[in-house]
């Protein structure tokens, strides 16, 4: 059984005439990695908040590891799909870098010294361990990116969704996050990454889903049961 299925999913935002996700239906495996592509605009950002429940599809359904993604609370969303949406600034609501990573990590029950501990691995992988003590709000986009990737990597979750996770990084990082996003996926995540990063998503070498207005137009490598 597929982890995530989209069956005849539309949606259309208030206001607007053209739907910008129409009749998609697709089916990811749980360890699959994905690649999603398309010009501004087609509707990938649009088809991960359907997928992550943020937004309700006027038509169609998506299950969501065997219940209707709509039978979820967020925080139940939250323990199956770790994920940075594509302005991560919008996620970060702590008063420094440290509980921006810590945050996620007491919630999920784990000790002071594991917190600790987890805090100092994850923001050493961008090397963001000095800049613990900043308040999000002041740091730069490419920063903010980072902390907002940490912050889910260390969540270590089952599946993880990444709506453009190169903006605004340098190349350095950006092989930094390829090599870690391999590693997971071999360890047993599944992965989307959306990107109109050529170069990233090439060597993420995944099913690449291509989408134009809305629609999957190509799916090289579709999922099979
Ligand atoms: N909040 C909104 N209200 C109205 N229309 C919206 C809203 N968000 C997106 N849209 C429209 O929906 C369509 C799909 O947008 P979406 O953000 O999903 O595309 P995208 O493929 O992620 O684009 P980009 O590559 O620029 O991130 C576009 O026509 C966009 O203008
Ligand atoms: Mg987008």
Not at 167 to 189: A, Y
Request: glycine share 10%; proline share 3%.
């Amino acid at each position: 059984m597929a982890f995530i299925s989209l069956q005849g999913v539309s949606y259309t935002y208030s206001g607007r005439k053209e739907p910008a996700v129409r009749n998609i239906s697709l089916n990811f495996g749980q360890v699959e990695k994905i690649a999603i592509t398309g010009l501004n605009g087609s509707g990938k950002s649009t088809l991960a908040k359907l997928i992550l429940g943020l937004l309700k599809p006027q038509n169609g359904e998506i299950i969501l590891d065997g219940r209707p993604v709509g039978k979820y609370s967020l925080v139940e969303v939250g323990e199956k799909l770790g994920y940075v949406l594509q302005n991560p600034s919008q996620m970060m609501f702590n008063t420094s870098v440290y509980n921006e990573i810590a945050f996620g990590l007491k919630w999920r029950g784990k000790s002071k010294n594991e917190v600790h501990h987890l805090c100092k691995r994850y923001l050493d992988l961008f090397d963001l361990w000095d800049l613990r003590g900043e308040l999000p709000f002041n740091l730069s986009e490419g920063q903010k990116q980072l902390v907002a990737l940490s912050a889910v990597l260390a969540l270590q979750p089952r599946y993880l969704i990444l709506d453009e996770p190169t903006k605004s990084i340098d190349t350095f990082r950006k092989k930094k996050l390829k090599d870690i996003l391999q590693e997971i996926w071999r360890q047993g995540t599944g992965i989307m990454v959306i990107s109109h990063d050529i170069e990233f998503v090439a060597g993420f070498n995944g099913r690449r889903i291509h989408m134009a207005q809305g629609e999957v137009v190509e799916d090289a490598g579709r999922y099979k049961d």
